[in-house]
């Protein structure tokens, strides 16, 4: 009964260092996002992958790339981390895009983190 | 520009209290409204909404959404103190995705 899985839950960077956020979900989902999370702003898109073998960027892309290795894990990386990134990191599924078929997205944990 | 406005942005009542909380979108290609209850981690699931009037239940919580005004509404009877979160309400658009409010913390005082 895991849902959306991520790690880690946090991490503290040094500005310039690199790092890979990890996602994988067991409920067979097509979709999978990855979104961050800052105070007084909504959840806001940073890619997404429609189907596996396929990522496109959302709204904020910018110092981040990701990949989706297979059906159930979405990994997000900062090859050089800013301070700009400090924020609370929420990967997501859905069984079709967006809210595909009525069926929502369903989120993991987050990892918090921070960039010194 | 796809926005999503939800007031109050924060709120403060009493275990036992109703409150309502308010969405309102403006969105092309609109298809869903849902709302997530977020505590300390994951947002979790709570409705989703596509057809005007009609209500949707789950035990004390309840929404609806009018498509001609553009708003939806959540509310909480009789809340306890496991009510307390920030209530998120998203709009599902075409193919833009979801658009987030910034959310409604609320706060349920013993």
């Known amino acids: 009964n895991a849902g959306v899985t991520q790690t880690p839950k946090f991490q503290v960077l040094k500005t310039g260092q690199s790092m890979t956020l990890q996602c994988a979900q067991d409920m067979n989902h097509n979709s999978m996002y990855w979104y961050r999370q800052d105070p007084g702003m909504g959840l806001r898109l940073i890619y997404y992958s429609a189907s596996e073998g396929t990522t496109d960027k959302g709204e904020v892309p910018n110092g981040y790339n990701v990949s989706r290795l297979n059906k159930r894990e979405f990994s997000l990386r900062l090859e050089s981390a800013a301070p700009s990134q400090t924020s609370v990191y929420f990967c997501?599924?859905?069984?079709?895009?967006?809210?595909?078929?009525?069926?929502?997205?369903?989120f993991g944990d987050g990892t918090r983190l921070s960039i010194l | 520009e796809d926005k999503v406005v939800q007031s109050p942005l924060s709120l403060v009542v009493h275990e036992g209290d109703t409150v309502t909380l308010n969405c309102s979108y403006e969105?092309?290609?609109?298809?869903?409204l849902l709302w997530y209850k977020q505590e300390k981690k994951a947002p979790t699931f709570l409705f989703m909404l596509t057809s005007s009037g009609i209500e949707k239940k789950s035990g004390r919580l309840s929404s609806i959404l009018d498509k001609k005004e553009l708003f939806s509404i959540l509310n909480i009877t009789a809340t306890q103190t496991g009510d307390s979160a920030v209530y998120l309400c998203?709009?599902?658009?075409?193919?833009?995705?979801?658009?987030f409010g910034k959310g409604t913390h609320l706060i349920i005082q013993p």
């Open positions: 998203v709009s599902g658009g075409g193919a833009d995705g979801l658009t």
């Open positions: 997501a599924s859905s069984i079709y895009l967006w809210t595909g078929n009525n069926q929502p997205q369903h």
């Open positions: 969105v092309t290609n609109f298809r869903s």
